[in-house]
Every structure is written in structure tokens, then in C-alpha cells.
């Protein structure tokens, strides 16, 4: 599981994110390195994470198999055991969608042709509704704010119209242009304005 994720951002995003695997049951070291020659882990494991040393993961995060997001603040920007039970919290996509929302990058036209611009939804996942937000170094005359499911159709258009330098926030209930609650899922948030444009991933939850 950790594998996964530590696999996958190692070879697309290097140096940016860290995954730890955290012992919970404070197994000895000849046991964590038993199950790291076992699996191949390629991501740190810690011992004792539910001992008092440096801060008890167990009662921070509770029991069992959790998944934690923490931006680089150590804010916690995902928890999967407040949204799925025991047995069933490992969410790759929503995993991954939290992450790639910490550490998204320029995509389509370079920043040096158009104004400059960032992007961001809070929290994400968003359960029942999220905030967008764009900062703009300069105004323009034309700009949109889409949602585009994962075939790249557009669902929902929050904003569309010209806009000043600045930030602007839209709060976002999660349903399509006729009112309609979308499913739960990963989508596409995309921001258009003149020449330039950001999209990242958001996953929405029910």
C-alpha cells in the first residue's frame, strides 16, 4: 500500500513527498527489518509509533490501518478513519488526489505566457462542499473555473467571466450546473484565464 504511493511519487514527484510506514504494534528491529527484506519496502519504517517517545501515533491517529496526509506544516490535510471503517480505508485515488492537491504543478502553457496564477480546493477530499480559490498577479477579460469529471467532460462551471488581480474564492457545493449532487469520485479542477491554465485533482466523497 505504502509501496504504492512511495513507488509512484518517487518517479513523478522526486524529493517532494514522504511516505512512512509506522509500527503501531512497536515491533523490534530485527522484526521491521524482517518485513522490509519480505515486501521490498522502499519507504521508512518507524518503530515504537505507539509509544510515548516523540509523540504516540495510535492515539493521535488511532488503531488499526490508517491513512494520513500531512502538508508541510504538519496539518493534517487527509484522515481515511474518519470517513471509512476498519478494513476499509485504503483509498488510493483519494489518496493520491490529497497529495497531488499539496504538490500540483504548471500544466498546459508555461507561467512566462500568461499572467501568473495558482489553483487550490480546501479540503480535499471534499465531503458535501470545498473552497476554490485563484490568485491572479494581473486582471483579465476572460476566465473560467471547470469540473470535469474524469473523461475530461465538464460538469460543473463555478466561474465564468472576467476577473481582477488578486484572490478570488468560490465555495463549491460538489453538484453539477443543474443543482444535481455529483458522484463521489475523483475530477478534474481546471482554471482557465487568457492563455494560461492550472488543473488538479479533487476527490469528492459522500
Known amino acids: 500500500m505504502q509501496q504504492d ?15 512512512l510506514g509506522v509500527d503501531l504494534w512497536n515491533g523490534t528491529t530485527a522484526q521491521l527489518n524482517a518485513f522490509r527484506t519480505s515486501t521490498g519496502a522502499t519507504y521508512p519504517l518507524l518503530l515504537n509509533g505507539a509509544s510515548f517517545t516523540g509523540g504516540n501515533v ?9 491513512y494520513i496526509v500531512l502538508n508541510k506544516q504538519r496539518v493534517v490535510r487527509y484522515h481515511a478513519a474518519l470517513g471509512w471503517p476498519h478494513g476499509n480505508r ?30 487550490s480546493a480546501s479540503p480535499n477530499p471534499a465531503r458535501g462542499s470545498c473552497r476554490l480559490a485563484v490568485t491572479l498577479a494581473e486582471a483579465v ?6 469540473v470535469l469529471d474524469i473523461a475530461g467532460r465538464v ?4 466561474w465564468r467571466g472576467a476577473l481582477g488581480a488578486g484572490l ?18 475523483v475530477y478534474l479542477v481546471r482554471a482557465r484565464f487568457g492563455g494560461d491554465s492550472r488543473t488538479l485533482r479533487l476527490a469528492v466523497t459522500r
Open 5 to 19: 504511493i512511495a513507488q509512484h511519487y518517487a518517479s513523478t514527484k522526486p524529493g517532494e513527498v514522504q511516505v
Open 58 to 66: 495510535e492515539t493521535l491517529y488511532g488503531t488499526y490501518d490508517n
Open 90 to 119: 485504503y483509498h488510493l485515488n483519494e489518496i493520491r488526489a490529497c497529495v497531488d492537491s499539496l504538490v500540483s504543478s504548471t500544466v498546459d502553457v508555461p507561467p512566462s505566457a500568461a499572467p501568473p496564477l495558482s489553483l
Open 141 to 146: 477579460s476572460e476566465a473560467s473555473v471547470e
Open 155 to 158: 460538469v460543473a462551471t463555478p
Open 168 to 185: 478570488h474564492e468560490w465555495r463549491w457545493d460538489a453538484s453539477d450546473d443543474r443543482g444535481a449532487p455529483l458522484a463521489a469520485g
